[in-house]
Each structure stands twice: as structure tokens, then as C-alpha cells.
């Protein structure tokens, strides 16, 4: 295994970045960054905002895209509606979810963090960029902490404040819209507070939440809080895709002089990838827990090997096993299965999701009874079968016995069942046979579900007969 010569120890790993050895926060004023990962980055964040908020507008039949009302147990994905009852599929679901990211962590790293997760994709893209605006880069903003409260530290704080405050409470509205979906939403907004007491606190904690979130929290919430980060260090190894210093072309570090024949390393000891560092660590250290995989370090030392004419990519994507070896990055043949894996559970998923029925059935042979004499030639059985709709359209039925010999009669006598919509139903029925038909004590049957001409399930069940 190759040695990180340069280290000086490993004490930086002793405690959290932003923690100081009393265990007090220490505040990250972070550069801002750069560069193309920086502008790409920027680009993403415009359309995820997008799809933040135009998602919960987006409606088929009238139904949301997504809900997700868990005090109703009430679940909306791409338009089909989800009930408790789906547990094998939230089962299945949970599970095929939980591997992917295990193996994709596992192959690709933080990919996530940096590229895909809202809080660091809203702290470092939208509320720190906000930040740089009104208060300027980093030494301006340690310079305006450190100043008295006058007017010009009032004026920025207040103004900056105030939006970020204004961000959180769209942000909140936004998250509330996937929980009570927009319509709900909307008169929470436009009517009386005695109505909606429930939607417009829940509305203000979701608002205070993410204000302190962006404003004090930041960072703290990727290095001390997300299990996620916490678990990189089982998930992670020296084959995983990661943002990583090229210490084999870095070291020796040292500064650069004018017109200096560089005979040590490409690392001139500026700093800089650490300054721009959000979470406040020194990639030049080797992969740490609070790394995110921002990108920002890369743009920035990005910047530094142009302006002294060197190739970029000191810091870079790579795995530690590519630097090590002094290898270009290539995909390894355990990721590329790993990649396989992933597209599969995708299709897992995807099927799960085709499969699923619109309608659940449950059909119980009445507890404690064995077979009824009809008459002086038949039997018969009682049943109950409960159905749950899981559409939003009623949805009429009727039952019919797939071996013609056998005859259904309802209690009460209502051929059709109509489930309303997003409804249950419960019927009760004799199933009649007659004896000859009958050649053992319990026999399989077969009930069919119908809509209209269109068969839409088949039930399996159980005829005791009275031959032993
Ligand atoms: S930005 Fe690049 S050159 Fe500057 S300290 Fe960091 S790794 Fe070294
Ligand atoms: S080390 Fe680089 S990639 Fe990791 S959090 Fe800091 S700036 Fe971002």
C-alpha cells in the first residue's frame, strides 16, 4: 500500500474540522469558488430549484405527481397512489433503495454530496452565494463579524438575513406542498389562520428549521449530523471515485519563486483549495469524513496550475488506488459490476412499480364454519372478500366463479361491488356447488374479478365439502 510521505501526522483527524481543540465551533469562512465545476454546479442548482417548485403543480387526473402525507399514510409517486397495504412493495422498495447506495457509494464515492444533495447543493450554491453578494468574499465577512454593530453591519446582516429567511419559508412552503399537496397548501395560505392552525405552524417550523439550517447550522449538518457522511468511512475504499490530491505529483510542496525552475513538487503551497474549502479541511491531507465532494477545491487549485502553467487536475476526481499507482482514473472491473448491479435493482425497482396492482384483495373462508347443505344436491361455503382501490376512479366490479358449475350468492344480493375511489369494500357470499362436483374434502377454486367484460384478478381460495 502506498505511504502518504507528506503527512505530518494524523491529529487533523482527531476532531471535526469545524470543532477547535475546546470544542467550540469554528465558523468556516469559505472562498468563493471558481471554475467549471463551480459554473456546472450553478447551472444544476437552477434546475433542481425548478423542479422544487414546479413539481407540486404538476398534477395528472387531477392528483399530484408526488405526495408524500405520512400523518394520512396517503403516498403518491409518478401519479399511482400508495397505501400502507403496499407493504411488500415499500418493503421491496426500501431494500433495493438502501443497496444502491451502498453500491453506489461504494463505487462512485460522494458523487451525491456534492452533486445531488439539497442541503449542499442550497448552502453552498444558493445561501453562501448570497452571502458573497452582500457581504463579500471571506476576509470581508470575518472583517464585518468582528466590526461594531453600525450601520453598514446592520444594513448587511439585517438585508441578508431577511432573505435568507424569505428562502427558508419558500423552501418550507415547497416541502409542505409534497406533504399536504398544493391545493391544501394554497388555502392554508389564502385562508383564515383559525382554519389551518396545524398547516401554518407546521408551515412556520419548517421555515424556522431551514432558516437556522443555512443561516448558523451550514455546514455542520454534512460533518456532524448526515448518517450518510458517517458511514463513508465502511462504505468507501481505495477503489471509490472521490475527489483526491495527487500527492505522488504534489510533494514536495513549496513555494513558488519568480522565474524558479520548479525542481519539487506541483503543489506551490498557496493554499487555496483549502480557502475555498466549505467544510473547512485540507484535501491534501487524504480523504476525510467532511469532505462533501463540492468540487470547489478542484476548481480552485484548477485555477492555480493555470496561472503557472502546469496541467490541471492536482486535485481531481481519481480513486486513491489511481494516485497511488500514478495511474489515470479507469473504471475497475468491480465497478463496472457494481454499475450492473445498480441497473438491475433500477429494473427491480421499475418492475415492482409496473406490477403493482390498482386493486388489493383479501377473500377469507368464514372462521369456525365448515360447509352449509343447500337443498337436497348442494353445498355451500361463506366467504368475505375485502378490496381496497387504490385508484382515483370508482371502480364497479363483478365476481364470477371460473368453473362454470359453481354459482355465487351474495348476502343481501348485489351482483356488483363498486369500490369507490381510493376506498375499501367488503362483501360477504355463499359459493354453491353441486355435491357430485365435490370430490374431496377441500378443494382449490378459482373467483375472478371483473370490470366490466376486462378480467382484472383472480382469486384462489378453498371449498370444504362434506367427502372425508
Ligand atoms: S490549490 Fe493546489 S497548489 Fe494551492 S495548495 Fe492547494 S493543492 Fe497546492
Ligand atoms: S475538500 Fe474539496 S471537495 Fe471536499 S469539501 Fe472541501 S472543497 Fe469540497
Known amino acids: 500500500m502506498a505511504e502518504r510521505k507528506y503527512d505530518k501526522g494524523e491529529s487533523f483527524r482527531d476532531r471535526v474540522s469545524t470543532v477547535d481543540k475546546q470544542g467550540k465551533r469554528s465558523w468556516v469562512y469559505a472562498h468563493k469558488p471558481q471554475g467549471r465545476f463551480y459554473n456546472i454546479r450553478s447551472i444544476l442548482t437552477i434546475l433542481y430549484v425548478l423542479v422544487l417548485f414546479i413539481v407540486p403543480f404538476i398534477k395528472i387526473d387531477g392528483h399530484p405527481l408526488f405526495l408524500f402525507n405520512i400523518p ?119 385562508e383564515p389562520f383559525s382554519q389551518h392552525v396545524v398547516g401554518f405552524s407546521l408551515m412556520l417550523i419548517f421555515s424556522g428549521i431551514f432558516f437556522f439550517l443555512f443561516s448558523w447550522f451550514r455546514e455542520q449538518a454534512c460533518t456532524v449530523v448526515c448518517p450518510y457522511g458517517r458511514l463513508q468511512g465502511v462504505m468507501m475504499d481505495r477503489d471509490s471515485f472521490m475527489v483526491a490530491y ?11 519563486r519568480k522565474n524558479e525552475t520548479r525542481t519539487i513538487g506541483d503543489c506551490i503551497d498557496c493554499n487555496l483549495c483549502v480557502n475555498v474549502c466549505p467544510t473547512g479541511i485540507d484535501i491534501r491531507h487524504g480523504t476525510q469524513m467532511e469532505c462533501t465532494n463540492c468540487t470547489a477545491c478542484i476548481d480552485a487549485c484548477d485555477n492555480v496550475m493555470d496561472k503557472i502553467q502546469k496541467p490541471r487536475g492536482l486535485i481531481r476526481y481519481a480513486s486513491e488506488n489511481s494516485i497511488a499507482e500514478g495511474k489515470p482514473f479507469t473504471v475497475t472491473p468491480r465497478n463496472k459490476v457494481y454499475g450492473v448491479v445498480l441497473i438491475l435493482l433500477c429494473i427491480v425497482l421499475g418492475a415492482l412499480l409496473y406490477t403493482r396492482t390498482d386493486i388489493d ?73 353441486h355435491k357430485d362436483k365435490i370430490k374431496k374434502r377441500k378443494t382449490d377454486i378459482k373467483l375472478s374479478l371483473y370490470h366490466g367484460e376486462e378480467k382484472i384478478k383472480t382469486l384462489k381460495t378453498t371449498f370444504l365439502g362434506p367427502i372425508g
Open 246 to 256: 495527487d500527492y505522488k505529483r504534489g510533494e514536495p510542496r513549496g513555494v513558488m
Open 361 to 433: 384483495t383479501t377473500i377469507m373462508r368464514a372462521k369456525g364454519m365448515l360447509y352449509q347443505e343447500v337443498g337436497a344436491d348442494s353445498v355451500s361455503n361463506l366467504y368475505t372478500l375485502k378490496l381496497l382501490n387504490k385508484t382515483f376512479n370508482d371502480i364497479p366490479m363483478t365476481l364470477k366463479p371460473d368453473d362454470s358449475s359453481a354459482e355465487i350468492r351474495y348476502i343481501g344480493g348485489h351482483p356488483e361491488i363498486n369500490v369507490k375511489k381510493e376506498g375499501y369494500a367488503e362483501v360477504t357470499f355463499f359459493v354453491v356447488y
Open 72 to 190: 394520512e399514510r396517503r403516498f403518491i409517486l409518478f401519479g399511482f397512489i400508495f397505501w400502507p397495504q403496499d407493504v411488500l412493495f415499500f418493503g421491496l422498495g426500501m431494500i433495493t433503495t438502501f443497496v444502491f447506495i451502498i453500491v453506489f457509494t461504494v463505487a462512485f464515492g460522494r458523487l451525491f454530496c456534492g452533486w445531488v444533495c439539497p442541503q449542499t447543493i442550497f448552502m453552498d450554491l444558493i445561501f453562501r452565494r448570497i452571502e458573497f453578494w452582500i457581504e463579500g468574499d471571506a476576509p470581508k465577512q470575518k472583517a464585518l463579524d468582528k466590526a461594531p454593530w453600525d450601520r453598514e453591519k446592520i444594513l448587511k446582516k439585517g438585508a441578508k438575513y431577511i432573505i435568507f429567511f424569505a428562502i427558508s419559508f419558500l423552501v418550507g412552503n415547497a416541502l409542505l406542498a409534497y406533504i399536504i399537496g398544493i391545493d391544501e397548501l394554497i388555502k392554508v395560505i389564502t
